[in-house]
């Protein structure tokens, strides 16, 4: 009997050993039967370290790979094509090699965290007040397909407001986006409130007044996830949200376009999400 050779695939970032990357991609593969490979590969942060590792990944016959922290802005600048996605969220986390040497990039953040709150909750973007906390890579990876749905406007508030208008006047072309200070906030109604900041990794609450209301028929949705409730989480439920989401599923859907990438075949992602939920209690 033949043995199918596998495709393979890596997932890049530092640190790496965390990623539940190489879980989901392999439930993917079973549940699809596909034949690949997909391993974590840790890169130093040293000059030069990461294009010469995926260089020798492609010299090697690899078909493709998933990048994260500290590499999405530079795999962004390596790649010869990029998706409009990707342009705008000024990075990769998605590459891909193809038959003639060429490489190409995609960012499937944002459609993971869409379609996690479109498909998986039920929650609808369109014509809803949308406020985004935090204007680092992690907000400005989402916007563009956050955009897409026709919210009825997108805020974006941060700690440096500069920040934040800076970010937001790359997307005015898009729809109604506009920055805010955290104090502003105060007595506004928004419909979902999305937290992109990195504040949960630090145990911490954005500062966000107490009379904001998302809240009796609102959304919250952290786009970190862990196996205790965020601290937004918890600020949420407090505060009166209908519904408040951590970003496990988003991890799974962006994952599951990239697989729809790679291989042209969309992965079932309910399942997986289900299986992760057991690995972290
Ligand atoms: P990432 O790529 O994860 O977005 P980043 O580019 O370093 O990381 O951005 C981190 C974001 O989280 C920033 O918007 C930061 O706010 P400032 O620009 O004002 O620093 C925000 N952030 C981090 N810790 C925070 C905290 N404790 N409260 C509120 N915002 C916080």
Redesign the pocket.
């Known amino acids: 009997m033949n043995t199918p050779s596998l495709d393979h695939y890596l997932v890049v970032g530092n640190p790496i050993a965390h990623s539940k990357s190489p879980f989901i991609h392999a439930e993917f593969a079973k549940q699809t039967q596909q034949a690949i490979s997909y391993e974590p590969l840790l890169i130093e942060t040293n000059n030069g370290a990461f294009t010469q590792a995926i260089q020798a990944f492609q010299a090697q016959g690899g078909k493709g790979l998933n990048v994260t922290?500290p590499f999405k802005q530079e795999a962004w600048a390596l790649v010869k094509q990029r998706s409009t996605r990707a342009e705008r969220a000024g990075a990769v986390n998605t590459i891909g090699f193809d038959n003639q040497g060429n490489s190409w990039g995609d960012n499937t953040d944002g459609i993971g965290l869409v379609r996690d709150l479109t498909k998986n909750h039920g929650k609808s973007l369109n014509n809803q007040r949308i406020l985004l906390?935090?204007?680092?890579?992690?907000?400005r990876g989402v916007l563009e397909p956050i955009l897409q749905e026709k919210p009825a406007c997108c805020v974006i508030a941060?700690?440096?407001v500069e920040?934040a208008q800076t970010l937001a006047r790359l997307f005015t072309d898009l729809g109604d986006i506009s920055a805010s200070s955290y104090t502003d906030l105060a007595g506004q109604q928004f419909d979902i409130i999305i937290n992109?900041?990195?504040?949960s990794l630090?145990g911490?609450l954005?500062?966000l007044p107490d009379d904001i209301i998302p809240l009796k028929r609102g959304w919250c949705y952290d786009m970190m996830y862990s196996a205790q409730r965020t601290p937004f989480i918890q600020w949420a439920l407090e505060h009166g949200a209908i519904c408040a989401r951590d970003g496990l599923g988003m991890l799974v859907e962006q994952a599951a376009e990239a697989f729809y990438l790679w291989r042209g075949v969309r992965p079932e992602t309910e399942p997986v999400i289900e299986l992760l939920k057991q690995r972290l209690r």
């Open positions: 922290v906390l935090g204007a680092g890579g992690a907000v941060n700690r440096t920040k992109g900041t990195s504040a630090q911490e954005p500062p």
